[in-house]
Each structure stands twice: as C-alpha cells, then as structure tokens.
C-alpha cells in the first residue's frame, strides 16, 4: 500500500503527475477540487453549496476540504493506495492525517513565485473558440492570432500581475504551515516543478523509492 499527499502552487503541474503516478500504480488520485468541480456540474446540494461560495468570491472553507475528503477515503476503494491532491489544507487536518492514515511520504512540487509568475502572465486564450497558448511552451505561428479558428489571443481576467500577488500570498499563507509540520515529521520529498514532465515523474520515483518512470 501506497499513501502519498502532492503540495504544489497552480501551475506546478499537480494534476499531471499526480494522475500519471496513479495510473501507472494502481493508485486512486483524490482530487479535492476535482471532487468539487463534480458537485458543481452535477447540481448536487453540496455543489450548490461551492457554486454559493465561489460566487461570493470566497474560498470553501477547511471544513468542507476535509470533509470531502474523509468522505472519498471512506470509500476505501484504493486497494494499493492513493494520492491526495487539495488536502490537507492547515496544520490541524495535516496532524490528523498523518495519524490515521499513515502516510509514506508527501511530494512537495517546488517552484519559485518568479517562475510561476513567468509562467502565468504568458498565458493566452483564443477569445473565439477557447483554445490555450503559452507564449514560453505553446506559441501561436502567428502573434496574437490562435492557429485553430484565426481568433484574437487574449489574457484571462484573472492572470494578471496583481490577481497572482494575491494568489500566490494565499497560497503561501495556507501551505506553508503544512509543509512545516510535514517536514517537522520528515515526510517531504522537494521535487524540482521547473522541469520537463517527464524529469519531474522521474525524480518523484527516485526520491520516493518507486519504480522508474517509463514514458
Ligand atoms: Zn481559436
């Protein structure tokens, strides 16, 4: 049995690896904010419960993280183990989880703010049919224009510098006393986000002793 949690800022390619080491261990990947999304889409109660808070443009709440959460690992349809991607989201949960699930190891995807800043404000989205672009991973042939439907290039409203400072302080302010107390327990592998894909899956199974990554 496999139990691992994934720590990283958006844009450090969690969901990637997360989803590439399930499907290659048999783990079940816990997405939190997937699980969110689902509720949304389906229109359940706690789905109109999420689409409330985010329309009051707030964060849900620790409360309903953990209890999504608890309530997925209740399933206990993870025969060889799971990652948990979203939770946990302060000390006290972390503390928690530690203990009653006995975790092998958390994979900490580190990257610099100054690269994810890179990163974000290269963004684009074609305003006509919705394809991205990134102009450092993904250029349009032609500036401005999107390759697809010959749509203008746009910046989504919330990528801007003073939207990610915001972001990113929430981010830090909720994850770093996470990362204290599991690293206060020595669980942490830093896993270097800035690289290829495939480097990054690569040093995951090294440094959390797993067999190697064949693409
Ligand atoms: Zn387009």
Redesign the pocket.
């Given at each position: 049995m496999r139990k691992y949690v994934i720590i990283g800022v958006p844009g450090s390619g969690k969901s990637t690896q997360a989803t590439t080491l399930a499907v290659d261990l048999d783990l079940v990947h816990i997405s939190v904010g997937d699980i969110f999304r689902w509720q949304v889409q389906n229109h359940t109660k706690m789905g109109a419960q999420v689409r409330r808070i985010m329309a009051a443009g707030e964060l849900v709440g620790d409360d309903l993280a953990e209890k999504v959460a608890a309530d997925r690992l209740a399933e206990h349809d993870w025969n060889y183990g799971f990652v948990v991607d979203g939770f946990p989201r302060n000390a006290r949960q972390a503390e928690f989880f530690l203990e009653s699930y006995d975790i092998d190891g958390v994979i900490h995807l580190d990257m610099p703010d100054s690269e994810v800043r890179r990163r974000v404000l290269a963004r684009r989205l074609?305003a006509?049919?919705?394809?991205d672009y990134n102009l450092i991973q993904s250029r349009p042939a032609t500036e401005g224009v999107?390759d697809?439907?010959?749509?203008n290039l746009i910046t989504r409203e919330d990528d801007t510098e003073e939207a990610l400072v915001v972001r990113l302080r929430e981010y830090h302010d909720k994850t770093d006393p996470v990362l204290d107390l599991f690293r206060r327990k020595e669980y942490v592998a830093v896993i270097d986000a800035t690289a290829s894909k495939e480097e990054i899956q690569q040093e995951i199974r090294d440094k959390l002793g797993l067999p190697p990554y064949k693409p």
């Open positions: 074609c006509n049919c919705g394809v999107c697809v439907c010959g749509g």
